[in-house]
């Protein structure tokens, strides 16, 4: 509870102090001369909202460092223009401008992550390690990185045939790319980008969409952490160091603590813990037919989703699109209610009202063509009355007969 309210006030001076700076159209011109980290957000967007206190911090934590990096914000609702120039599809997007040059942020949503990559892409493209220490400082401050070693290498825990040679240091070892059984350098670097097994959040889970790979996960409630949720995370934990060298390539391993995602994707909710295997290029899942109880039962699992004996579900259909987009505006309107039923009634009660009032008035409004015969008879008969008093003789003036009587 400490730690939730520090963060609030954090927040709050954060705000006050203007450490992130509310941008505009203006932004276009003035960016190129200096570093912008810069979140995009739409103000209708409930990840947004609740990300918002991370964002002033990072915004605190980079101005008490000292740091180069201004940090802003834009509502890419109000200025359209630059959601189109900077291609912006996602909320919250984060992406660093360095002159010419943006960087897409597409790690975790934690102030540390973000910061470690302001700090990392800030700086110089690639940095040259010149010694051992150099490059023992990096993996001490890396959980993850990519080295070019063009020459004769200095590190003794590295075992080179020939150079050039890129490598992936992550997992406490190292993987070196080969061009023959990896392919094209980027699509490998884009598979390799994660640590082997990890907690992964929502966002995280929504990148992997780019990965050639499966991610196989365990799904547990932390909070109330039972002996199967131990038991599933310590089985997926174990493939992906014991069995690292079968399933690497094919496997992307971590757990999760949070199922709304994949409540999204299953439409529906998955029991927790579970044990799931989703192709995210496709919205699609796997799920084990027996109870999962030993590693064993985890690789048999596996290895039939990979042979194809598991029939894949969901998917990106037109069907299976407009059941997910159901669910979702069901699970928000869920969410309103318990949340804040109030302003759900309000925002429901509004356009129901305009649609009476609308239905009232075209119910009740005299047409045009009924009007105009009524103001005619009216006009007719005013016409004809005063016809009828011209012609009638007046009473006060005598007539010639009278006269002559007289």
Known sequence: MRNVILSVLLAAVAAVSGYVEELDEKFKEYRQDELWLVEFYAPWCAYCHTFEPIWYEVGAELKSMGSPVNVGKIDTISHTSIASEFNIHGYPTIKLFKGELSFDYKGPRT??????????????????????????????????????????????????????VIAVFKDGTYYLYNEVLDGDLSPWVNRERFPSYFQIDNFSLYQMGELSKLVALAVVDEMTPSEESILYKTLIERLSTEYSDQYKNVYQFGYVTDN?????????????????????????????????????????????????????????????????????????????????????????????????????????????????????ARSSAASDGKRAKLLQPDNGEKTSEEKKED
């Open 260 to 376: 709304e995602y994949i409540n999204g994707i299953i439409m529906g909710e998955i029991m927790m813990p579970s044990i799931i295997v989703l192709n995210m290029s496709v919205d699609g899942y796997f799920l084990p037919g027996s109870k999962i109880e030993t590693i064993e039962d985890v690789i048999h699992f596996l290895n039939s989703v990979l042979e194809g004996r598991v029939k894949l579900l969901g998917g990106n259909g037109i069907m299976q699109q407009t059941k997910r987009l159901f669910f979702k505006t069901k699970s928000t309107v869920v969410m309103l209610f318990q949340t804040a039923p109030a302003f759900l009634c309000l925002v429901c009660a509004l356009p129901v009202g305009i649609v009476v009032m609308i239905i009232w008035g075209t119910c009740t409004a005299v047409p045009a063509d009924d009007e105009r015969p009524a103001e005619e």
């Open 111 to 164: 102030k540390d992550a973000i910061i470690e990559f302001t700090n990392r892409v800030a700086g110089p493209t690639v940095r040259h390690l010149s010694s051992v220490q150099l490059f023992q400082h990096a993996m001490s401050h890396h959980d993850l990185f990519f080295v070019y070693i063009g020459g004769k290498s200095l590190l003794k825990a590295v075992s080179l045939d020939e150079v050039p």
